[in-house]
């Protein structure tokens, strides 16, 4: 059985920077490369928003408009991790961020939607204040 693991979230300042981690356990040798990964964010009373999100081969990315130009989304498949480069933080950033992913082709189209993806991280907090 695989699990994710999110990391890397805190409080920071607006303006600030975090990098999130998400690292995969138990994902079988040589199949990481192979999975679509995206990056959600979820606020108190609001839906999980991807905000994030590359096909598995890298050729397709995806960046909600509210943070296109500051997130960043990578990943180093010999690490079987996924990052979020997160700059210019703003109060409204403050969320639960979770990392996701999909061993199976995630299309363009879609990749943007929670319901396609099947393995989920645990979440961590990102907190900015004004």
């Known amino acids: 059985m695989s699990s994710w693991q999110a990391s890397g979230g805190g409080l920071v300042q607006a303006g600030d920077s975090l990098r999130l981690s998400c690292a995969a356990s138990?994902?079988?040798?040589?199949?990481?490369?192979?999975?679509?990964l995206g990056w959600f964010r979820q606020a108190p009373g609001k839906e999980r928003e991807c905000v994030a999100a590359?096909?598995?081969?890298?050729?397709?990315?995806y960046y909600a408009d509210s943070v296109k130009n500051r997130f960043s989304i990578s990943r180093d498949n010999a690490k079987k991790t996924v990052y979020l480069q997160m700059n210019s933080l703003e109060p409204e950033d403050t969320a639960v961020y979770f990392c996701?992913?999909?061993?199976?082709?995630?299309?363009?189209?879609?990749?943007?939607?929670?319901?396609?993806?099947?393995?989920w991280g645990q979440g961590t907090l990102v907190t900015v204040s004004s």
């Open positions: 996701a992913a999909k061993d199976q082709i995630l299309s363009a189209g879609v990749m943007s939607l929670a319901n396609q993806y099947y393995h």
């Open positions: 590359t096909s598995r081969s890298g050729g397709s990315l």
């Open positions: 138990g994902v079988p040798g040589g199949t990481f490369s192979r999975y679509g």
